[in-house]
């Protein structure tokens, strides 16, 4: 949670006091100067939950009993646009290839374990491949095995196929701010475009890159890269929104200011490198970024 001003002054008297009793402590290091945040407005103080390793918090105490630890400042970016990632961020299609993985590797006499589900997530479809040929030694093609996915999907997709919490909302407040939107995949087109239609969004965003429209897939910044400048800005302008630690790393690399939005299948991972952690698409964080303008 991005905080007030106000609470912000606040959290930084409460911690002067505590540097102040325990001089050497931790909070010496911490301490923001009022200065910093009474020039400049656009200054928010961010508080980082003890032993969370991101510079964010998402859940905070009251201004005179402060939970969290003081970091730092944070001058928040001006976000010109917002691309998005699609599988686990938008759809929950994460949960989808659970399904699809087990039933894929069932058939060759495997199975899918978390350990290969981490390993493969966000990567696009024929890097994901490789690492499956190379921890179980699979003999198939990589167009036999897209062609089994495909299919395995296609039984599935009609009937469990759902939007992510808060997808709708943040579209909509996007929409009411005039922010360019769209979408960054390491998934094929065809299934791309499928997923977006079920749902009619595609019209709702500027445009759709995959991984068919770069040579180096997520976690390299090609795919970003490419969104900024179809965009027309700046990548440090864009605002990137990713659930996996391989697009993450992919934004990060760009220069987009990055968000995470860990699932269940990647909430125990190391997001530290993302400029923020978000619950949601309607978490604050994000939120917050557009609804005060």
């Not at 656009?42 to 970091?71: H, I, N, W």
Request: proline share 5%.
């Amino acid at each position: 949670m991005v905080l007030s001003l106000a609470d912000s002054l606040r959290i930084c008297d409460w911690l002067r006091r505590e540097r102040d009793r325990n001089p050497d402590s931790e909070f010496r290091k911490d301490i923001i100067c009022h200065d910093s945040l009474e020039a400049d407005p656009a200054y928010l103080l961010v508080a980082k939950p003890v032993g969370y390793p991101v510079d964010l918090c998402l859940e905070c105490g009251t201004a005179s009993q402060p939970r969290f630890l003081l970091r730092r400042i944070v001058k928040l970016p001006k976000i010109l646009a917002v691309t998005f990632d699609m599988d686990g961020l938008m759809f929950n299609t994460e949960d989808l290839y659970d399904h699809v993985g087990s039933v894929l590797l069932a058939r060759r006499g495997h199975q899918f374990t978390q350990e290969l589900k981490l390993k493969t997530m966000g990567l696009p479809g024929p890097k994901s491949f490789e690492v499956l040929q190379g921890e179980l030694g699979l003999t198939d093609t990589f167009e036999s095995f897209q062609r089994d996915t495909d299919e395995i999907f296609a039984e599935i997709l009609p009937t469990q196929l759902q939007k992510m919490a808060g997808l709708d909302r943040l579209l909509d407040l996007l929409e009411s701010q005039n922010i360019p939107k769209a979408v960054a995949t390491s998934s094929h087109r065809e299934f791309a475009e499928t997923a977006l239609a079920k749902f009619d969004l595609q019209q709702r965003f500027e445009f759709l890159l995959t991984r068919d429209d770069v040579i180096h897939g997520k976690p390299h910044p090609d795919i970003y890269l490419a969104a900024a400048a179809k965009l027309n800005i700046e990548p440090r302008q864009m605002l990137a929104l990713e659930d996996s630690v391989i697009g993450s790393t992919s934004a990060v690399a760009a220069g987009a200011y990055t968000i995470a939005i860990p699932t269940v299948h990647s909430q125990h991972q190391d997001f530290s490198h993302a400029n923020c952690v978000a619950r949601s698409l309607e978490d604050h964080v994000i939120l917050g970024l557009f609804e005060s303008r």
